[in-house]
């Protein structure tokens, strides 16, 4: 079946530390995969996406994500974080123009001052 | 633009008491989506639409029922309100199937 996985359910970092948050997928094919970020009481705020070509994608917020297909990954980056960063962050990935997107668990990022 | 709006922002049910919650996006976006977010378990499908007048069901349509009569607006109908259906609605748009989708505020929905 196909699904998301994220690792972490929370992750705590120092403000200015760099930051990685996992993604795996399991689909039979490579799918089109999203990172979302809901910060408190908000609904989800696209991050950035990934279709094909270049596997290390830019977005919004000085985020980055890169997909590695060996590992079937798809991990998001950041190289200094703010505490404005503390949110919650959804991995979702998409097979095919007939599959309905799925979303993982969530990793809750806390930010220590 | 308003984006995606959504009504009421918080709602207390009792067991079998009916509602609805509406939806409305001003992109002119022919797709929209209902889902529910609990706990730990991120979003779930509810229901979808790829435009006026067609619905379809999502992962967890049981106890739901939508409507899309306009591109404007989405509302999702609860019948028989029952405890496993508190969490918290989102409803979101896109401009095509795979495009970013834009989302409301979300309605907290407790039924006790």
């Known amino acids: 079946a196909q699904s998301v996985t994220q690792p972490d359910i929370h992750i705590t970092v120092s403000e200015g530390a760099s930051l990685e948050l996992r993604c795996n997928y399991s689909?039979?094919?490579?799918?089109?995969l999203f990172w979302y970020v809901q910060s408190p009481g908000q609904g989800l705020q696209l991050l950035l996406k990934y279709f094909s070509g270049d596997t290390l994608v830019q977005g919004i917020k000085g985020f980055e994500a890169e997909f590695k297909r060996s590992q079937s990954s798809f991990n998001l980056r950041k190289p200094s974080v703010h505490w404005s960063d503390a949110a919650e962050y959804f991995c979702a990935a998409q097979g095919n123009r007939d599959d309905k997107i799925i979303f993982g668990k969530g990793t809750r990022l806390h930010i220590l001052p | 633009n308003a984006g995606v709006t959504q009504t009421p922002k918080f709602r207390i049910l009792k067991i079998g008491q009916s509602m609805t919650l509406q939806c409305a996006q001003d992109?002119?976006?022919?797709?929209m989506y209902w889902y529910r977010q609990d706990p730990g378990m991120g979003l779930k499908l509810i229901y979808y639409?790829?435009?006026?007048?067609?619905?379809d069901k999502g992962e967890v349509p049981n106890g739901y029922n939508v409507s899309r009569s306009t591109t404007e607006d989405f509302p999702l109908r609860l019948e028989l309100a029952a405890p496993s259906q508190t969490s918290v609605y989102f409803c979101?748009?896109?401009?095509?199937?795979?495009?970013?989708?834009?989302f409301g505020p979300g309605t907290r929905l407790t039924v006790l």
């Open positions: 689909y039979g094919a490579t799918p089109y």
């Open positions: 639409s790829v435009g006026a007048g067609i619905t």
């Open positions: 992109m002119n976006h022919n797709y």
């Open positions: 979101a748009s896109s401009y095509s199937w795979l495009d970013e989708q834009f």
